[in-house]
């Protein structure tokens, strides 16, 4: 498993932006995929997950109502969509694989980590 997370950047508060999770060493299929961002000084925090059974997904609080997890099978790619960003949104975010039946923003419970991708929300 080779996870590879893009499509931060610098936007303004209000805007969007859509991360990707991708898997060079296979397919993502096999795998619940989670998101996990963490912003300077604080401890990273899980944010939002998708299974690997059914495409249930879960969020936190933080991002419920304003994030959008979802899976492509055919560009083996996860997506986090992200709406009505805030300041506080902030952070280097990670994508992370874990068994397929899990439906957890427990870090401990992922295996493998993407390299992350900075997200900057400021005016």
């Known amino acids: 498993v080779q996870l590879q997370a893009s499509g931060g950047g610098l936007v303004q508060p209000g805007g969007s932006l859509r991360l990707s999770c991708t898997n060079s060493?296979?397919?993502?299929?096999?795998?619940?995929v989670g998101w996990f961002r963490q912003a300077p000084g604080k401890e990273r925090e899980g944010i939002s997950c998708i299974s690997g059974r059914d495409d249930s997904t879960y969020y936190a609080r933080s991002v419920r109502g304003r994030f959008t997890i979802s899976r492509d099978y055919a560009k083996n790619t996860v997506y986090l969509q992200m709406n009505s960003l805030k300041v506080e949104d902030t952070a280097v975010y990670y994508c992370a694989t874990t068994t397929p039946r899990l439906l957890t923003l427990d870090e401990s419970s992922y295996d493998y980590w993407g390299q992350g991708t900075q997200v900057t929300v400021s005016s």
């Open positions: 060493g296979g397919t993502l299929d096999d795998f619940a």
